[in-house]
């Protein structure tokens, strides 16, 4: 028996390592593993050069790079397999271990489905934020039509810098100029939140409801539109600011809903992202509201089977999407002032700084990544 194990040096990466009591006989060693979740095994060569008598032989994977990222909280299965010159070769036991941020001492609270892993003084916080995801878990599974649900570990952080060095930063710009609150990874089954933050349980619901949107619309999770997985999410959000219909009531006034057609992804520039999130969330709340029970359950199965979004609405709802957002327009009393409103005036910092009691949240989502985000300004004005 070949003595082997891992152990995680998240955020720097996972070292595999393996006894030989020599390397004469052996040509190659691969360590082979995948993280839960995702769909396929990845190996590694081993260095044999590397190999002394009396060490394990080591091989470092790093996830510093986004293309071999890892969230600390995921499961990965592993074995290595090796390669004799005899042609002949031997694979260990598979193995399965959770790694965690090493650079703290993780304690957790479970509950049916959600764990909350955290460290330090806060066990009564991990215990209320382990209540606000299984409520919510329950809630939105029942809402979307999700029958059974996998384990979700959300990693609790005790403040943004603590977490700053784990999170998945989309570009410099972003990380100099947006906190990130929360990070969903819906393959990984992993949930990464600020606990520090004065609206960490709504962002933890919030990422949680992402988990389940993916598990509704199984793998065609790509093909549920950002707005509709946004305004889902903030349903779901069960500490809502008032922000987001500020900058809805801003929009309507000044003309600048987008059609929900293209919210496909959100617009670059703040005021109009926050917009974005605004006129979904109140979107998926009317037709929540205003349509019989299982319509969205409905449309997540339609969106499962592959149809257009087009027709998944229309098998769900009776109606097109298109008529649909007219309704929830006239149910807004837009439609009637419509053609008065002003395009010209302009929302500046000093605006955007007036909502500060709101929610500022602001997330950025690459749909590619399937990695949903939560992010708040650093300065509101800068
Ligand atoms: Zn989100």
Known sequence: MLNDSAKSFIPKGIEFS?????????????????????KSYQYEYLNLDNFLENESLKYFFST????????PGS????????FFKDGTSHVTEKKEHIFLDSRFEWEKVEGEIVTIYYHGPVSRRAKKMLEACEDSVYKISDLLGVEKNENISVMMYNNYSEMFDVVVKKSETQANSLITEGQAFATENVVLVDGGSGSALGV????????????????SYLGVPLWLNEGLAEFGNIEQGQGYDRYLEWAIDTGRLFPFSSLNRFPGNPNLTLVAYGQSKSFVEFLINNFP??????????????????????????VSLDDLEIQWKKDLG???????????????????????GGSMGFELSSIILLLLAYFVKKKVNN
Request: aromatic share 6%; proline share 1%; with cysteine.
């Open 293 to 318: 029970e299982g319509s969205m359950i409905k449309l997540m199965k339609e969106i499962s089977n592959k149809k257009s979004i087009e027709d998944s609405f229309i098998s769900s709802f009776g």
């Open 64 to 71: 510093e790079r986004s293309s071999s990222y890892i969230p």
């Open 18 to 38: 393996i006894d030989l009591l020599s390397k004469e006989s052996i040509d190659d060693i691969q360590i082979k593993f995948k993280v839960d979740g995702r």
């Open 75 to 82: 499961k990965l299965t592993y074995f290595f397999e090796i």
């Open 204 to 219: 933890a619901t919030h990422e949680i409801t992402h988990i389940i949107v993916a598990r509704a619309t199984k793998s």
């Open 334 to 356: 837009i439609i009637d002032r419509k053609n008065e409103t002003s395009t010209s005036s302009e929302l500046n910092n000093g605006a955007l700084g007036s909502c500060n």
